[in-house]
């Protein structure tokens, strides 16, 4: 592309009054920024048909537009075939700082010149983007688990016209949904206990041509990128040379000291700790080619530690079983007593362990308290003179699925009531239960014939990966710790979102969850496995920056293989080979730009975003120094978070409350993406202090790209060596944590950290 | 996307309702590639969640998700956005649908940059629904800080029109037109996906828990405009009688809900919505004492049930199980005492405070305006959805009361059916 440039300022909501634009065009001209054309108002018809005429009459197409945030008026200042930027104005520049024309030291004139400058530079190091096109395309999808999440997942994705592949473990379909007697209703009016409906599931599974069902099969591998997935199938058991290799689990990178092995010794203990499997850059020639995948391998019934339950007799007693056990012994027939084969027509529900806590079981949730309902209905249907008997803390049925609860109380032969069991006990052939603060009285004692445990549901992926992808970060999801061992997301607003792209969890393998639950949300999941193909198929990304063409671009040949770009991306995007080089699935990626904030060589980067076309901003901005003023202002640079920092910096211009006119931002898209060389840059340019502004990282991390924040952290904790190296003071680089609703506390941060460089006093390298 | 001045004629699938459910839908739809047309009947987008402060369990800003929503559509120009919209009437079959929208007028045109001349220049003020009536803005306004789209609105019913026009004088991109007029458009779509969510439960309906009796009751919704920054004190929480820092503070659980008078159902997030908004109460006032009376803490699952905990490690925070009964008020002190029996104890509790919480449940806005559409609907008026049938289907909180992760989940499901009845056609 020939560039041909172009700058418009808009002089409208104000920006003509505190700013003398023509000097901003002299400014613009100086830099080399072609046509340059003012207008009171840009965003209108007439100014937009200015654009319009220079880009057809003049053949401008790269465009600087120094006007209102780009958050706004995005639509209007779209124009195709061009590069655009937008230079901050409005919102940043005059509504957050008071007027200083006249005055001594013009602050917000030298800004605004700063801001131009600073555009014009970008727009010189971008480039229009390229989409990246997999070499060749599969819009198949692969469902693990042949329960009734999976083969909703799958009947779902062909009736939108997809084909499909479902793989079950066992030699049947059907999970634990095929296990059941009765199950928790799934659609209105929600009141009772229906017919399994699994059978029919099966039925109408099989009636698609475009699904194929494979049983006694697991996954072995999953190599690749969305949209070309190599899957390498196998039987249970089995072991096979495309088996999955795991990555060193961090004892086996030291040696007997302690000392961490070097780089060749540690591939050598990696191969002999693979003995058998082929690498993962190895693609097996006879897998199956997928373009997503939805995992649906759910759960296992959870088996209490005898310990942790003695007083309720678990482990013990015979007749103390878990809900799991008693719904086989309900689907088998009548319900009869273990231990003895006897009918069992008392029995007592225990929703929680107790020991003065109101929890429930662990992994269990509100389909807990919804199982041990229906469990109680069948004491009653077995037996006309049956009893049964809830102790709960919290009776969870949220939702319509109060309707359920409901009717179940009318039931005369279902007893339920808050309280706290203390123990059970054998009492000649039957059990004595002991509970107390209960609804009935202070202290009670149930004679029952069985007793059971509402205990949770375990997600498969607790000890097994089960994706089990051949990725150089590790064949399972990220983040399940966060989790109890769940593949759930941590977003509230992106439930499908977890740090591996083109795979979507559903069902109990994401939290305990009834049957519509899991319908319902293997539904969403399977919408998202088609949308992450068909974006694939675009060449662009999937959330959160959907439909960004760009991804990130490296420059191989100075790689010093240090693996960084490899392990700190959030996505697992980037393999290595034997030497270390990366290898980068560009479909993996969500392009936030870890990779490019983590390579010291500095050689990776995007189309519209590199190391640069920022260092190029940073090195655009203007730093006084003593031969302008006697007492030069500092200047402070600031690299915000596109996400939340930048529009809570928007909010704080909205609401017209300032802050120093000596800082400069810098959006980036992640602080992830922060390069060390740009501080450096702007500290060995004089420029005072530099501050990161980004999301909250923790666990209940707020980062659109998980990591990025924490990351940046780390290396911000590093960077004293740095500092060091140029004779700096650590603190004149800090990191701000702000929430997006925080432009409250924005200008507190940002004059407190001035104050503080302040006192450091100049950079001694003003000038040089 | 495309803003509202290019009205559209068809797409492939309309979604009703622009809260996180319509969004939802609406993008994860059209980022198959499908065109998607959003209408919305408030000026702005974001519906019921915009007007919380923080998402449980997390605590985290709902902006910060409507933000990268907003800015996914923006990006797309496969959506079209309607706000002020109305649907009048929908015709056809799954797969060809016609629908007539009714567009309320903005009185202001995509010329407004949201520079807020005119509100200085506005003479009249309005009570503001965003904050439930807690703050005022003035007749030509912008629904809130991050509203989207960035456009300000008249509000006719106050507004003098063109007799004042003091706002049209001030503004210098010619952005306000008092006499935009109310327009009928018709739509062609394949499918249709509700998303037209809830209201709070109108709290003045429950004669014994005293709401608009006394000021100092409020709602969990009131709560949490109290919370947010840009509400209506700031974010700090006070009391509505004196705007007095509350020392004390309770939380009336099933305010409505679980409640064959009121609303039948659970309402699914009240219980963690109040657990929540402790942590609001704590972060301001330390040492505040904060009762809850419920009937059933419903917490499930590990990640509830870990915020719970955490909730219950705070020692100031008293849970007590028992409906609350009556509410009365102090004339001088304009305390409340909520009267109450412990479940367990069987005891009468009578517990004075000075601010009341009610966690008032959600009511599905289809309970209070049926929708101009062949649905079904639950006696409390959820619509019921029809897979066989296909064509119209409805998400979140039209559908049944969820909190936001299972509404996100449903609605991105609901997208894909709607995608189904468009492949089978």
Request: aromatic share 8%.
């Amino acid at each position: 592309m020939n560039k041909k440039y172009a700058l418009y300022i808009c002089t409208g909501c104000g920006i003509g009054d505190a700013l003398n634009i023509d000097k901003l065009i002299e400014v613009a001209d100086e830099e080399g920024a072609g046509v340059i054309q003012k207008h009171e108002f840009l965003c209108g018809q007439e100014g937009i048909s200015i654009i319009k005429k220079d880009i057809s009459d003049k053949g401008v197409n790269t465009i600087v537009v120094a006007a209102c945030s780009r958050r706004v008026n995005f639509d209007v200042f779209k124009f195709d075939g061009c590069i655009v930027d937008r230079v901050n104005l409005r919102e940043q520049v005059i509504w957050s700082h008071p007027k200083t024309a006249g005055e001594e030291i013009d602050h917000l004139q030298m800004m605004a010149e700063d801001y131009i400058k600073m555009g014009i530079a970008k727009v010189q190091k971008i480039k229009l983007p390229d989409p990246y096109k997999v070499e060749s395309l599969s819009k198949k999808i692969l469902v693990i688990g042949g329960g009734i999440t999976g083969i909703t997942g799958a009947i779902e994705a062909a009736k939108a016209g997809y084909e499909v592949t479902i793989v079950e473990k066992e030699a049947a379909l059907g999970g634990y949904a095929a296990k059941m007697r009765k199950q928790i209703p799934i659609d209105y009016p929600y009141n009772n206990l229906i017919s399994p409906i699994i059978e029919s599931k099966i039925k109408e599974l099989g009636s698609y041509p475009n699904i194929s069902i494979k049983l006694n099969t697991i996954v072995a591998r999953i190599a690749g990128e969305p949209g070309n997935f190599t899957v390498t199938l196998k039987k249970p058991g089995e072991q096979i040379e495309f088996d999955v290799p795991y990555p060193l689990p961090p004892h086996m990178k030291l040696d007997a000291n302690g000392k961490e092995l070097d780089k060749d010794k540690q591939a050598e203990v990696y191969k002999e700790y693979n003995k058998g499997k082929v690498d993962i850059l190895t693609l097996d020639p006879n897998g199956e080619k997928f373009g997503a995948v939805i995992l649906a391998a759910g759960f296992k019934p959870q088996t209490p530690k005898k310990e942790e339950v003695s007083h309720l007799g678990f482990g013990d007693i015979t007749d103390v079983v878990t809900n799991h056990q008693f719904e086989e012994l309900a689907k088998k027939g009548k319900i009869v007593r273990p231990s003895d084969g006897k009918e069992a027509k008392s029995v007592v529900f225990i929703q929680s362990p107790g020991k003065g806590d109101d929890s429930d079981f662990e992994y269990a949730g509100s389909v807990t308290s919804l199982v041990a309902l229906k469990q109680a209905k069948y004491v009653r249907e077995d037996y006309a003179d049956g009893k049964a008997y809830i102790f709960y803390q919290h009776m969870r049925t949220p939702g319509l699925m109060e309707n359920f609860y409901k009717n179940l109380q009318q039931d005369s032969g279902i007893f339920l009531t808050k309280g706290e069991v203390v123990n059970v006990s054998k009492n000649g052939n039957g059990l004595i239960v002991e509970a107390d603060n209960t609804l009935l009285g202070e202290k009670v004692k149930i004679q029952a014939d069985m007793v059971v445990l509402a205990t949770g549901m375990v997600p498969a992926t607790l000890d097994d990966p089960v994706v089990n992808l051949a990725y150089r970060q590790g064949p399972a999801f990220r983040d399940i710790g966060l989790f109890c061992g769940y593949v759930d997301s941590n977003f509230i607003c992106f439930p499908y979102e977890t740090q591996r792209t083109g795979i979507y969890s559903a069902g109990p393998i994401r939290r305990s969850m009834t049957i519509e639950e899991s319908m319902e949300d293997v539904t969403g999941a399977a919408l998202k496995a088609i949308q992450c193909i068909e974006s694939v198929n675009k060449g662009v990304s999937v959330h959160p920056r959907s439909g960004d063409m760009t991804f990130p671009d490296f420059f191989f040949q100075r790689c010093t293989q240090c693996k960084r770009c490899t392990e700190e991306c959030p996505f697992g995007a980037l393999d290595d080979d034997a030497k270390g080089t990366p290898k980068p699935n560009p479909a993996r990626c969500r392009r936030c730009g870890t990779c490019m904030g983590a390579c010291p060589e500095r050689i990776i980067g995007f189309a519209d975003y590199n190391i640069d076309s920022i260092g190029s901003m940073v090195k655009a901005i203007g730093v006084p120094s003593q031969d302008d003023f006697d007492e030069p202002p500092l200047r402070i640079l600031g690299l915000v978070c596109e996400n939340d920092a930048y529009p809570a910096l928007d909010m704080a211009g909205l609401n017209r409350l300032s802050y120093s006119a000596n800082v400069r931002f810098i959006p980036v898209r992640c602080l992830g993406s922060v390069n060390v060389i740009w501080i450096k840059d702007a500290l060995s340019k004089g420029m005072d202090g530099v501050f990161l502004m980004g999301c909250k990282h923790g666990d209940d991390y707020q980062c659109h790209f998980v990591k990025g924040s924490e990351l940046a952290s780390i290396r911000m904790k590093k960077i004293g060596e740095a500092l060091a190296s140029l004779a700096l003071e650590i603190e004149r680089v800090k990191q701000f944590e702000v929430a997006i609703d925080e432009y409250n506390k924005v200008p507190d941060m940002i004059d407190s950290f001035v104050k503080e460089i302040d006192a450091l006093g100049p950079n001694p390298f003003k000038g040089f | 996307m495309t803003m509202d001045k290019a009205i559209p004629t068809s797409a492939n699938i309309l979604v009703v309702g622009g809260g996180i459910s319509g969004l939802t839908t609406c993008l994860e739809a059209s980022e198959v590639g499908y065109e998607v047309i959003l209408i919305e009947k408030n000026p702005y987008l974001g519906g019921r969640v915009a007007q919380l402060n923080q998402y449980f369990p997390k605590l985290c800003p709902p902006s910060c998700g409507l933000e990268i929503n907003f800015k996914r559509i923006k990006d797309n120009p496969r959506i079209k956005v309607l706000t002020l919209a109305q649907i009048e009437k929908v015709s056809g079959t799954p797969g060809n649908y016609d629908v007539t929208v009714k567009l309320a007028p903005r009185f202001v045109n995509e010329n407004c940059t949201a520079c807020d001349a005119c509100t200085a220049a506005c003479p009249i003020e309005r009570s503001n629904e965003f904050n439930f009536g807690m703050d005022k803005t003035k007749a030509i306004y912008r629904p809130f800080d991050m509203s989207f789209p960035m456009r300000y609105v008249v509000d006719s019913t106050v507004c003098r029109g063109s007799s004042c026009g003091k706002c049209v004088e001030v503004c210098k991109t010619k952005a306000i037109d008092l006499s935009m007029a109310e327009k009928t458009i018709n739509l062609k779509v394949g499918s249709i996906v509700w998303t037209t969510g809830w209201a709070p439960y109108d709290a003045t309906k429950m004669d014994n828990l005293g709401y608009g009796r006394y000021q100092n009751i409020i709602t969990n919704m009131m709560m949490e405009r109290l919370a947010s920054k840009n509400g209506p004190t700031k974010g700090k929480i006070l009391r509505q009688s004196d705007n007095k820092e509350p020392k004390s503070i309770a939380f009336v659980q099933c305010a409505g809900s679980r409640d064959e008078n009121h609303l039948a159902f659970c309402s699914y997030i009240c219980c963690m919505a109040s657990l929540k908004q402790t942590t609001y109460i704590r972060e301001q006032y330390p040492d505040a004492d904060i009762y809850i009376f419920y009937i059933d803490l419903r917490a499930p699952g590990q990640r509830y049930e870990k915020f719970y905990k955490k909730i219950k490690e705070d020692k100031k925070v008293f849970f007590i199980k028992g409906k609350v009964a009556e509410v009365s008020e102090d004339y001088d002190t304009r305390n409340i005492t909520v009267i109450a029996e412990n479940a367990v104890t069987g005891e009468k509790i009578k517990q004075t405070v000075d601010m009341v919480v009610l966690a008032t449940g959600m009511q599905p806005t289809a309970a209070i305006d049926k929708l101009p559409a062949d649905l079904k609907y639950t006696d409390d008026g959820f619509i019921i959805n029809n897979f066989e049938k296909g064509g119209m289907f409805a998400a979140g909180c039209a559908n049944k009361p969820a909190d936001v992760v299972s509404s996100n989940q449903n609605a991105t499901g609901m997208a894909l059916k709607a995608i189904q009845t468009l492949v089978r056609r």
